[in-house]
């Protein structure tokens, strides 16, 4: 059996992420991997319930704390049921956010800070990604790619909301640079994901060699 690879996909809403996942999802298959795609909030029947919830523009109530709690139970339930069992029987597992949300979204955008990692340590356990793409776009553009009717709770925050989950992220990834991979996201798609084939086949690689 092969050693198990835990990938996440991360950036702010406009980024590009829907267009790479879908380039790696080709590549993998290209490869002949088989890797199973999921995502956050969501990924399980409970977690799909729990994101429906999240996103309501209805609930333009929820405090702060709720979300972050949300966000973390989806992921709990996540891992028990869908992550961890993959990854312990060694599959590829590829993430379309994981923990790097909480903590730019919630830990630093909304400022829960700390209590944003003691209660995601709980709910990621041991299963900490492998490797997370990180792509790099200026809020700004990212989010007049979204057209207004079809802005999630979420994406009606404001500009200032915005910038600061993308200086969250930045924080990240000079935090963990053995994990996080920035990359341009400006760039052109094909290049974005040119550069990511380069680290998919160092990681595969690594994965065979390792085991
Ligand atoms: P996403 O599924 O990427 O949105 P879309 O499908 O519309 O591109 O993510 C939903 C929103 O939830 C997005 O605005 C980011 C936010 N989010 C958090 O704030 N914290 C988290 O932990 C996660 C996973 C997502």
């Not at 630093?108 to 003691?118: I, T, Y």
């Not at 057209?147 to 500009?159: N, T, V």
Request: glycine letters at 8%.
């Amino acid at each position: 059996m092969e050693r198990g690879l835990f990938i996440t996909v991360e950036g702010t809403d406009g980024a590009g992420k829907s267009t790479q996942l879908a380039y790696i999802s080709d590549y993998m298959k290209e490869k002949g991997e088989s890797a199973i795609f999921t995502r956050e909030p969501g990924g399980t029947p409970i977690g799909e319930k729990i994101r429906a919830l999240i996103l309501d523009r209805r609930n333009e109530e929820m405090s702060p704390l709720t979300e972050m709690m949300l966000y973390a139970a989806s992921r709990s339930q996540h891992v028990a049921q869908m992550i961890g069992p993959a990854i312990t029987r060694g599959r590829i597992v590829v993430c379309d956010r994981f923990i790097d949300s909480s903590l730019a979204y919630q830990g630093h955008a909304r400022g829960l800070g700390d209590a944003v990692e003691v209660v995601n340590q709980y709910a990621v356990g041991e299963f900490m990604p492998d490797a997370t793409f990180l792509l790099k776009l200026d809020p700004k553009i990212g989010l007049q790619r979204i057209k207004e009717g079809e802005k999630d709770r979420m994406e009606r925050q404001d500009a200032a909301f915005y910038r600061a989950v993308y200086e969250g992220y930045l924080a990240l990834e000079e935090a963990y640079p053995d994990r996080i991979i920035g990359i341009d996201a400006s760039q052109p798609a094909a290049v974005v994901s040119e550069e990511i084939r380069r680290h998919l086949d160092r990681l595969l690689l690594a994965r065979k060699v390792q085991w």
